[in-house]
Antibody, heavy 128, light 111 residues
Framework: EVQLVQSGAEVKKPGESLKISCEGS????????IGWVRQMPGKGLELMGI????????RYSPSFQGQVTISADKSISTAYLQWNSLKASDTAMYYC?????????????????????WGQGTLVTVSS | QSALTQPASVSGSPGQSITISCTGT?????????VSWYQQHPGKAPKLMIY???NRPSGVSNRFSGSKSGNTASLTISGLLAEDEADYYC???????????FGGGTKLTVL
C-alpha cells in the first residue's frame, strides 16, 4: 500500500526555524514526484511546490518561492518542508501529496493529473 | 480569492442528487482534462474522489461522477448518504507557474 506518513504537530515562535517531514512507503520513492499543500485555518488548499526525489528537481508555486525550501533524502524515502524564519501567517495544516499523471515536455510540466495519496497532515502553529 | 470558483455550500436530503460546480478559465479547467475532486471530512486529510474530469479511483463509490463543459467542471453525487457530508474541493492543472489551482471548497450538508 502506498503511504505518506508525516511528522507530528509543531508549536513554534515567530522567527524560529522548522523542518517537517514526509516519509513515503509502498512504492519506489525516487520515481514519483512529491508535493506540499497548505491549508490555513478554515481555508482552502494551495499547492506550495513539488520535488522529484530522483534528481531533486524542485518547482515552487510563485506565492511560496523564497518563503520555504522543499527537499528530499532519497536514501530514507523522505521529503521535507523547511522554513528559516517562521511568521504567524505560517500557521496552517501542511499536507504532503503524491502528484500523479505529471507530463513533462523538454523540462516543462505540461500536466498534473491528481494528488493521491495524501499524508495525514502536520499542524504548524506559530505564536508568540 | 481562489483561482477556481465553487459555491460555498450546497445541501440535499438523503437519497437525492446534488451537483457542485467549479468554474475556471481556458488556462485551467477549460484548457485541460486535468480536473480532480477531493472530499475532506473535518479534521481529516483530503481524499481523491474524481480525477481527469470523470475517472473514479478504485474504491470510490459510483454514486460520485464528474463532467466538464467549457470552463466549468461539475461533481454529481447521487443517492446522498449522511456520510457524504463533507467539504469538496475541485482542482485543475493550470498553464501558469502555479501548476495546480484549487477551488475555495463547497460544504455539503445532508439534511
Amino acid at each position: 500500500e502506498v503511504q505518506l506518513v508525516q511528522s507530528g504537530a509543531e508549536v513554534k515562535k515567530p522567527g524560529e526555524s522548522l523542518k517537517i517531514s514526509c516519509e513515503g512507503s509502498g512504492y519506489r520513492f525516487t520515481t514519483y514526484w512529491i508535493g506540499w499543500v497548505r491549508q490555513m485555518p478554515g481555508k482552502g488548499l494551495e499547492l506550495m511546490g513539488i520535488i522529484y526525489p530522483g534528481d531533486s528537481d524542485t518547482r515552487y508555486s510563485p506565492s511560496f518561492q523564497g518563503q520555504v525550501t522543499i527537499s528530499a533524502d532519497k536514501s530514507i524515502s523522505t521529503a521535507y518542508l523547511q522554513w528559516n524564519s517562521l511568521k504567524a501567517s505560517d500557521t496552517a495544516m501542511y499536507y504532503c501529496v503524491t502528484p500523479l499523471g505529471i507530463t513533462l515536455i523538454r523540462g516543462v510540466i505540461t500536466g498534473v493529473g491528481r494528488f493521491d495519496p495524501w499524508g495525514q497532515g502536520t499542524l504548524v502553529t506559530v505564536s508568540s | 480569492q481562489s483561482a477556481l470558483t465553487q459555491p460555498a455550500s450546497v445541501s440535499g436530503s438523503p437519497g437525492q442528487s446534488i451537483t457542485i460546480s467549479c468554474t475556471g478559465t481556458s488556462s485551467d479547467v477549460g484548457g485541460y482534462n486535468y480536473v480532480s475532486w477531493y472530499q475532506q471530512h473535518p479534521g481529516k486529510a483530503p481524499k481523491l474522489m474524481i480525477y481527469e474530469v470523470s475517472n473514479r479511483p478504485s474504491g470510490v463509490s459510483n454514486r460520485f461522477s464528474g463532467s466538464k463543459s467549457g470552463n466549468t467542471a461539475s461533481l454529481t453525487i447521487s443517492g446522498l448518504l449522511a456520510e457524504d457530508e463533507a467539504d469538496y474541493y475541485c482542482s485543475s492543472y493550470t498553464s501558469s507557474s502555479t501548476l495546480v489551482v484549487f477551488g475555495g471548497g463547497t460544504k455539503l450538508t445532508v439534511l
